[in-house]
Each structure stands twice: as C-alpha cells, then as structure tokens.
C-alpha cells in the first residue's frame, strides 16, 4: 500500500471546539474548491491565470485542509477522548474491504 505520510503540529495559542474546527474545515476546503476553480476556469472569471501560480496555490489549500483536518482530530482526542490511531486502522480496514486499497 503506497502511503503519503505528513506530519502536522498541534497549533498553540488557540482554543478550538469541534465546532469551530470543523467550521474553519469547510472554509478551508472551500478555499481549496476556489482555487481548482480558477485552475479549471470554472470561476465565471475571464481572466487568464499562470498555471504553476494557481498550482501552488491548490497545494497552500490543501495543506490548510490538512491541518484543519488535524486540528479537529487533536479536538476529538483531547476534549472527547477519541482513539485517533484506533479510528486510522478501522478506516484502513474499511477501505480494504471496499476494495480501494489491497
């Protein structure tokens, strides 16, 4: 199974709440949707854009989904006592038996 692994920090100085954390996730990914847009030209926009700008913006995105992502997970973890690692076999295994990953 090919992985791509990252690790991501803990953020300091914020006190987020699955609420707001998962708040800040869809502005996030919505972000992220935008800036494919304007890759696509599905913006509505007339407007040409370099492609390598727009490429690395996608990828900036990402990253903010990602670590909004593990934001919450941190949240899950410390306010409501989620078992993260638990949660990453149960989700491996549902994806093997989907059949997405062997």
Do not use: C, W
Not at 2 to 13: G, S, W, Y
Not at 72 to 99: N, P, S, T, W
Request: glycine share 6%; no cysteine; charged share 25%.
């Amino acid at each position: 199974m090919e992985q791509k692994i990252i690790a991501l920090p803990r953020l300091d100085n914020l006190t987020p709440t699955m609420e707001s954390t998962a708040l800040k996730l869809m502005e996030e990914a919505g972000e992220l949707a935008q800036a494919i847009g304007k890759l696509r030209g599905l913006s509505g926009e007339q407007v040409h854009v370099d492609s390598a700008a727009v490429r690395t913006a996608i990828t900036r995105e990402l990253l903010d989904v990602a670590q909004t992502a593990v934001s919450l997970m941190f949240v899950l973890e410390e306010q409501y006592g989620v078992d993260i690692q638990q949660a990453l076999e149960e989700h491996i295994a549902k994806l093997r038996a989907k059949g997405y990953i062997k």
